[in-house]
């Protein structure tokens, strides 16, 4: 008996969709950098600057990796199905709201952060969900305000800055969440657990 048609795949993807490009920018920029320095500054100065980053990177380094760990932990201790009603495609307005609310009360940096947001995207948020969390740490994030702003620029300043600031994680989680973009970068499908049926 004549096995039934599989559906069609997608086909194979070309060559530039295969391309990180963020990591190729980074790369034509840095080694772009480097360059002129050398020709422009002599090997001296290049050296020193390449000493220096490198200690940068060694500082920096165990942050990442601790923050992709807490990454790994919620990962592991948050079910992706309480994930997925709480900030996933389907938890429209509440949850760009939670997803914000998070963003905004989370005390950590920008090595905790990201890795958090894409842990949160591969385990089931939806792109407006991770936009959300990003945009209310970085215009609303209330540790940063606290210690930083308020003593600066006083409450009122703070207080202002806040009300014209709260309701745009909202909006650009809503933006993001557009056809357009999903046409534009296409939300992958969730990895099936291991041991799945087909």
């Given at each position: 008996m004549p096995e039934a048609p599989t559906a069609p795949s997608a086909g194979p993807r070309r060559?530039?969709?295969?391309?990180?490009?963020?990591?190729?920018?980074?790369?034509?920029?840095?080694?772009?950098?480097?360059?002129?320095?050398?020709?422009?500054?002599?090997p001296t100065l290049w050296?020193?600057?390449?000493?220096?980053?490198a200690w940068l990177f060694?500082?920096?380094?165990?942050?990442?990796?601790?923050?992709?760990?807490?990454?790994?932990?919620?990962?592991?201790?948050?079910?992706?199905?309480?994930?997925?009603?709480?900030?996933g495609r389907g938890s429209g307005l509440p949850g760009l709201a939670i997803a914000g609310l998070i963003g905004m009360l989370f005390p950590a940096?920008?090595?905790?952060?990201?890795?958090?947001?894409?842990?949160?995207?591969?385990?089931?948020?939806?792109?407006?969900a991770a936009i959300a969390f990003i945009s209310a740490w970085l215009l609303v994030g209330i540790n940063r305000a606290i210690i930083w702003e308020m003593p600066f620029f006083g409450t009122d300043f703070v207080l202002f800055r806040f009300l014209l600031s709260m309701p745009m994680?909202?909006?650009?989680?809503?933006?993001?969440?557009?056809?357009?973009?999903?046409?534009?970068?296409?939300?992958?499908?969730?990895?099936?657990?291991p041991g799945g049926g087909a």
């Open positions: 060559w530039y969709q295969r391309i990180d490009w963020g990591l190729a920018i980074v790369a034509i920029l840095s080694f772009g950098s480097a360059g002129y320095v050398f020709v422009k500054e002599g050296l020193q600057i390449l000493m220096e980053d060694a500082s920096i380094l165990p942050k990442v990796g601790l923050g992709c760990l807490i990454g790994a932990f919620v990962r592991l201790l948050i079910a992706r199905e309480t994930i997925e009603r709480y900030i940096g920008p090595f905790t952060i990201f890795p958090l947001a894409v842990v949160l995207l591969a385990s089931g948020a939806d792109r407006g994680p909202i909006l650009l989680g809503l933006m993001a969440r557009a056809p357009v973009f999903e046409r534009l970068s296409p939300t992958l499908p969730a990895p099936r657990e």
